[in-house]
């Protein structure tokens, strides 16, 4: 696995709407307006004094995603742990509802029913994979409850004009496709590629993104290994890649399989340029058990990796290293999807404030408008002043940068590309 020390390479749309940050204190003045014309009288209506504040959580906390969901719950954990301590928000604690859905959309769907019905939450937060929002997005758009912070990289998610009460946590598949393809075509150029391709969502976007990146640069692809969602050992994957000459290879994958694919191409020998998602860019839980093997592996970043060397001592990250001591001991900080639950949380509770200085009050009405009209400062994040306004700037996070893993250091270094997304 070669570590490339290709040129400086900045990828750039038309243009971006990213602005300056706000205190959190401040209410947005955003200008996107929902339209509530369908909504039932109680969406309108602010909490009662003292009322909790129910947030609506259908997580995969069982099956082969349950890593990923247990680390995003214990992050949410500390997040509100942190601003219940403080009072809450204008007086209401927030309460969690988490549901197990098992990765499957059929009980995302009926845990979604559950929320708006007998759990009556106020707000659903990281509903993950592109089937289980769609699924339960009529739901939340009947009944005028805010689906926010979805994990999705298919780019109809974030659709506000025909589906204004859902919002995305993380950037469009596209977004990531264009830097790995600039990253592969700056390093190797006119490079034979291979695909790893989960058959899950995360596999599902990228099918509809990378091909058309990657030949607009040149590169060659080749046949793509469809991967099983469980599967456990891709050794007979790698050797096809061996086998076909590839110069190169993108993971379209999630959890365990990033560490299975990396293991099986260290077995094969193949010393390519490799290439893996945001989803397995944590260097404790994805490089460094492979060791040297691991030496040059590439992936995507728009978050700040806290597992790396000297990560708790980052200012950015310094709030949040407290936060899960205080408020979620037993956890461990170091997991990436851990920082993901805990941004989602942090960003919820942001908005919940922008909402509750609104002049309606704290409503669900209040606080899907304020999702959409956000201004934020984020240090966890390598571009951390984010906003979002509606169909003009539908993504609070549309800027991501290639890094390389160093073994010697346990960290990573800066490729030098990145991509920001413009809407085209």
């Known amino acids: 696995m070669v570590l490339a020390a290709g040129a400086i390479v900045v990828v750039n749309g038309c243009g971006d709407s990213r602005s300056g940050g706000s205190d959190n204190d401040d209410a947005s003045t955003g200008t ?34 349950a890593a990923i969901g247990s680390a995003n719950i214990e992050g949410l954990r500390a997040a509100f742990g942190a601003v219940n301590a403080d009072g809450g928000i204008d007086g209401h604690e927030i309460e969690l509802v988490i549901k197990d859905d098992a990765y499957d959309p059929a009980r995302a769907t009926a845990n979604a029913q559950a929320f708006v019905g007998q759990e009556d939450v106020f707000v659903s937060l990281l509903q993950i994979s592109e089937a289980s929002i769609t699924g339960s997005r009529p739901i939340y758009e009947t009944a005028c409850v805010p689906q926010l912070g979805t994990i999705s990289q298919n780019r109809e998610t974030s659709a506000p004009d025909e589906h204004p009460w859902t919002t995305v946590t993380i950037p469009p598949a596209i977004v990531e496709a264009e830097a790995a393809a600039e990253h592969i075509a700056e390093t190797v150029p006119g490079a034979q590629v291979m695909e790893f391709r989960q058959q899950t969502t995360i596999g599902e976007d990228w099918a509809e993104t990378f091909p058309g990146a990657a030949e607009e640069r040149g590169l060659t692809l080749l046949e793509v290994q469809t991967v099983a969602p469980t599967e456990v050992n891709l ?190």
């Open 235 to 424: 050794d007979q994957h790698a050797a096809r890649l061996t086998a076909s000459g590839a110069d190169a290879v993108v993971g379209e994958m999630q959890g365990p399989m990033c560490i299975a694919m990396l293991q099986s191409l260290a077995k094969a020998g193949f010393d390519g340029e490799v290439v893996l998602t945001s989803a397995c860019n944590g260097a404790k839980q994805f490089m460094q058990p492979l060791g040297d093997a691991a030496d040059g592996v590439a992936a995507l970043f728009f978050q700040k990796d806290p597992s790396v060397p000297d990560a708790d001592s980052d200012p950015g990250l310094e709030e949040y290293f407290e936060d899960m001591a205080e408020h979620q001991p037993n956890a461990d900080p170091t997991i990436t999807m851990a920082l993901n639950g805990y941004e989602a949380g942090k960003l919820l509770v942001h908005n919940l404030r922008d909402a509750a200085g609104a002049d309606d009050g704290l409503t669900r009405i209040s606080l899907m408008e304020a999702a959409w009209n956000v201004t934020i400062e984020r240090p966890a994040f390598l571009e951390p002043e984010q906003s979002m306004s509606g169909a003009d700037d539908p993504y609070i996070i549309n800027h991501v940068a290639v890094q390389s893993y160093d073994a010697a250091s346990g960290g990573w270094s800066d490729s030098g590309v990145s991509f920001t997304y413009d809407g085209d």
């Open 32 to 65: 996107f307006t929902v339209d509530t014309s369908h909504c039932p009288d109680e969406a309108g209506q602010p909490l009662d004094e003292g009322e909790p504040i129910k947030v609506g959580v259908s997580m995969a906390l069982s099956g082969p995603l």
